[in-house]
């Protein structure tokens, strides 16, 4: 069997094609009322001919019986021959207007008629010839006959006169009419055709429009759209094919990115690591010398050592020790790529431990405050959100050019206080996501006393690769990230910032 498959093209040419068909349609039709117009116009033409001829036959008529002039006869005679041949080559639309009987009846009307004036011509030669006045009741009354008969041809031509200018003037009221209708109907069904050709093809590339629309937005979803047409289907197959590769692209950046966090948090674990391994080796050195000073000192017995000292060392050590795997763990856990797993996660120790890897990079002038109850509990991807939260404390100590501080505040906000809703984002001027969230939420707001950024730049804020730093300083990444690892959360992030007075993020976590 053929597979045969439909496009866009095929439909624009059927179409196309439909339209033309009726235009063509149009135009025959129109063609053929024309060329029956025309036809009826002549037959009127002829008509309204023979009416006149018929006018000049009475005319000549009285002048030949008033003056009895013999060319005022011959003019007669003439019009009644040309009235015959008129007659007779116009006689089937004569009957279009006329019926049978008067066809028939005006044909013997002009013979009977002919032939009176042919015996009245020949009476009035002989009066010349005569003096005694003998034919002069026969002459009266040959031209009563002439006068009757020549009305009724006369009637009868006005009335198919009228007649046929009455059906001319029905006819082009009627072709005005088809016309009209033909015309509308050619138009209804253009815009028809249009609509379905509309819905067959217009459709599919709005809804493709609406998902490149989406994707501008950063949302990477596969376009789905309802339709057989081939280059709708190759389209929309070449779109996803790049949706996977820049979803894959993305991927990339954002490891990229969290490896350049790492490398700069690097300098926050050294710093932080150094105090756990000078405790550690303090405590082992003083341990080392009390052992030695034992083994040293002259006794007769065994050596001895305080053990109440020897165990507190021991315990530094092993405290320490523990502190210094902690960071290390933390370190690594934030850098190996794991698949997205939710867990049930203490936000103040998170927090606390997102903090420690920026400590190396806290100038001495800037200070972060946590303001977290203890049992407040989150339901998040560990790595993920920590590394979400890392780029907002880093941007906000990045953003205070001398003394300030990065303030951490995070509360619990149940769905059926809306008056409290209402106060908590009012002040918030740009979002991403639906911050509105029907169930209880954490709130979690990191607010910084820097520099702030102009209200015209914060609808582009969570662009990719938007930054507001120098070039060279910042890849426009950070919040790209960090919204995307939000709304992975079912959260929604929302921004509020003056120049000059500082910005303020505020994340909104569903309770689960």
Request: glycine fraction near 6%; charged fraction near 30%.
């Amino acid at each position: 069997m053929i597979n045969y498959q439909q496009s866009i093209r095929q439909k624009v040419r059927l179409g196309y094609f439909a339209v033309v068909v009726m235009i063509l349609g149009l135009s025959a039709f129109t063609f053929f009322e024309l060329n029956f117009l025309e036809k009826k116009v002549m037959s009127g033409e002829a008509i309204s001919e023979f009416f006149d001829t018929t006018l000049e036959i009475r005319r000549f008529e009285k002048n030949y019986v008033l003056y009895e002039q013999r060319s005022d006869y011959d003019e007669n005679l003439q019009y009644v021959n040309r009235a015959v041949e008129l007659f007779d080559a116009n006689i089937a639309g004569f009957a279009a207007v006329a019926t049978a009987d008067q066809i028939i009846g005006l044909r013997d009307s002009l013979q009977h008629y002919k032939a009176l004036m042919e015996r009245y011509e020949k009476l009035i030669r002989r009066q010349k010839r005569r003096t005694d006045g003998s034919d002069s009741a026969l002459k009266i009354r040959l031209a009563g006959d002439i006068r009757k008969t020549g009305k009724d041809i006369i009637t009868v031509t006005e009335e198919m006169s009228k007649a046929e200018r009455k059906s001319l003037q029905t006819l082009l009221a009627s072709s005005r009419r088809v016309l009209i209708i033909s015309i509308s109907l050619l138009i209804i069904l253009v815009v028809i055709i249009g609509q379905v050709l509309a819905k067959m093809v217009v459709k599919p590339l709005k809804l493709m429009e609406r998902n490149m629309e989406l994707i501008a937005e950063g949302r990477f979803e596969n376009i789905r759209i309802d339709s057989k047409d081939r280059e709708v289907l190759s389209l929309t197959r070449a779109f996803n094919k790049m949706l996977r590769e820049l979803e894959l692209r993305q991927r990339h950046l954002i490891q990229s990115e969290k490896l350049a966090s790492l490398g700069t948090l690097l300098s926050g674990v050294a710093h932080e690591l150094n105090n756990p391994l000078s405790n550690i080796s303090t405590s082992s050195q003083i341990l080392a010398e009390e052992m030695q000073e034992a083994r040293d000192k002259p006794a007769p017995g065994p050596w001895t050592l305080d053990p109440v000292y020897a165990r507190e060392l021991v315990a530094q050590i092993n405290e320490q020790t523990d502190r210094a795997r902690n960071i290390v763990r933390s370190l690594l856990e934030f850098s190996r790529d794991k698949e997205f797993k939710n867990a049930q996660l203490p936000l103040r120790t998170l927090l606390e431990e997102t903090i420690r890897f920026v400590k190396g990079q806290l100038p001495p002038s800037v200070s972060i405050t946590l303001d977290v109850p203890d049992d407040l509990v989150i339901t998040a991807d560990k790595q993920r959100i920590q590394q979400a939260f890392l780029n907002l404390i880093k941007n906000g100590i990045e953003a205070i050019p001398g003394e300030g501080s990065v303030s951490i505040v995070a509360r619990k906000h149940h769905a059926i206080d809306k008056a409290a809703d209402d106060s908590a984002i009012t002040n918030y001027l740009k979002y991403r996501g639906k911050c509105t969230l029907e169930d209880d939420t954490v709130d979690i707001e990191i607010r910084d006393t820097g520099e702030g950024v102009h209200v015209d730049l914060l609808p582009k804020i969570f662009d990719p690769f938007f930054t507001t730093k120098d070039v060279g300083k910042g890849s426009g990444l950070g919040l790209f990230i960090v919204h995307e690892i939000i709304e992975e959360h079912d959260g929604c992030i929302a921004v509020n910032s003056e120049p000059g007075k500082g910005t303020a993020f505020l994340i909104r976590l569903p309770v689960k």
